[in-house]
């Protein structure tokens, strides 16, 4: 059996560097076609002297004639093309079989919807994807047939707690509700007062993963939970009343499925993305991860409770966007990645995040998406508007 022809979007973040652990452990049944990287280009020119893939992705012309010199001179054939439009090649490739999509944010959008439209296996570690065009994605899944699996430990743990024909419907199958589990961040338990003052390190030091900078952040405000509740009324066709967050600080319960029986199924293991990588990357067979078992004696506890609105206005601000529908999603997502970006560059607090997502949701009302261009000038709508909030709180500080 030859191997299968893996295409990694977002190779030099953190999803991307698990999921070539999990590949190289496994060189008989993966092998590399393309991998893609923005701005790291010494870390994804040893990724592509490790695993030789036939394609890099790099952003723009100059980036693309620097690495191609550099392999070059190390002897590498790895081709380096660049742009949106090189993404969305090496995404709908018809030699490649599976596409990673973990490029952070909306960036990611067109590339993975490439994929998705030419039928691929599609593992989906970009959540902004499905919350900017969720019904445009999920058309698409269905019209071309790909196999769309999720990637976030959350959405993999209640996929893997769901039985098989949940397509029908969660009522259907028997399920009350949906556990979305989360870890609170770092923030959990700091005095409110405090969270005027927090720093982007102290936002982006989580407890429990490693991950990059913008999902750190979300992490910390609960603005990741939201946009997961987002995809996971997609991903499970569900209602946002259906979806339930859980703080769970030990992030060991991934998420759980309640059923009218009083069942409750739960998926747990080591806070490690490794796992529901390897499980999407094999699915439905089972492979080693190289993640280490989980030692229930060590863990001892399992803590459970309400996230606090007032501590984490993201969630709620969220949750309205996703019961509004339409552009409302997209908006979100748009004016919180200008907002996130602007707190990492220190130049509004980290609980002016929230209030700029606000001013920007409040700003219009919802419409209905009907083609891409919609969504695209949605997001730029919010990303104008919130700048400008930003450049206002930034000159009132």
Known sequence: MNPQQITVLGATGSIGISTLDVIARHPDRYQ??????HSR???LQALCLQHQPVFAVVADSPSA???QASLAAAGSKTDVIFGEDAL????AHPEVDTVMAAIVGAAGLRPTLAAVEAGKKVLLANKEALVMSGALFMQAVAKSGAVLLPIDSEHNAIF???PGDYSRGL???????ILLTASGGPFRQTPLDQLLTVTPEQACAHPNWSMGQKISVDSASMMNKGLELIEACWLFDAKPAQIEVVIHPQSVIHSLVDYVDGSVLAQLGNPDMRTPISHALAWPERIDSGVAALDLFALARLDFEAPDEQ?????RLAREAAEQGGTAPTMLNAANEVAVSAFLQRQISFVQIAGIIDTVLSSEASTAVTCLEAVFAA?????TLAQQCVNQRGEAR
Do not use: W, Y
Not at 88 to 91: E, K, N, S, T
Not at 171 to 177: F, L
């Open 379 to 383: 997001d730029s709508r919010a990303r």
């Open 32 to 37: 590399v076609f393309a991998l893609s990287g």
């Open 88 to 91: 969305c090649q090496v995404a």
């Open 65 to 67: 004639k620097r690495l």
């Open 171 to 177: 009522e259907h199958v028997g399920v009350r509700r």
């Open 160 to 162: 893997q707690c769901l």
């Open 311 to 315: 501590r984490f206005p993201c969630l």
């Open 41 to 43: 280009l010494d870390e």
